[in-house]
């Protein structure tokens, strides 16, 4: 997928107005990503991601694998995006399930595997609600009136 085709598919999924939003967004998502987990599975996720874009979670960041939780990382994402929260971890969710469409199963299995186990954190099992729900597709009808 290339760079035009994945903000397209962004900025149709989140209803956003134009391209700066919606870039915007995929930039918090993935820069505050890249920031939580280890420079190796940054690097694997990017690898099947847009040349343009996957430089959020690599190059973009200064320091991988801080400690945060996921309320942490919806303010960090709030603050870039300059959106409230709730917003931003919508975008989140939606933004990671498109991620999931393009990267192998073995690498989102291993970001998934990089966050805390639920015992630990159960909040981060949110990141994944519309991976888990079966995906933007499988959602859609469910906010349909």
């Known amino acids: 997928m290339n760079f035009d085709t994945f903000t397209g598919t ?20 993935l820069l505050t990503l890249g920031q ?19 430089w959020y979670l690599t190059g973009a960041v200064e320091t991988h694998s801080q400690r945060f939780d996921w309320h942490e990382f919806v303010d960090r994402v709030a603050a870039i995006e300059g959106v409230d929260p709730s917003t931003a971890a919508y975008h989140a969710q939606v933004i990671v399930d498109l991620v999931a469409t393009l990267v192998p199963a073995s690498d989102f299995q ?21 991976v888990d729900a079966g995906g933007w597709e499988g959602t859609r009808g469910d906010t349909d009136g």
């Open 110 to 130: 291993q970001l998934r595997n990089q966050l805390p186990e639920a015992e630990d954190d159960e909040n981060w099992q949110k990141l994944f609600a519309v």
């Open 36 to 54: 939580r987990i280890p420079a190796g599975g940054a690097e694997d996720l990017a690898a099947s991601l847009p040349m343009e874009i996957n």
């Open 10 to 29: 962004v900025q149709h999924r989140l209803e956003l107005p134009g391209t700066g939003e919606t870039v915007r967004a995929i930039r918090a998502t």
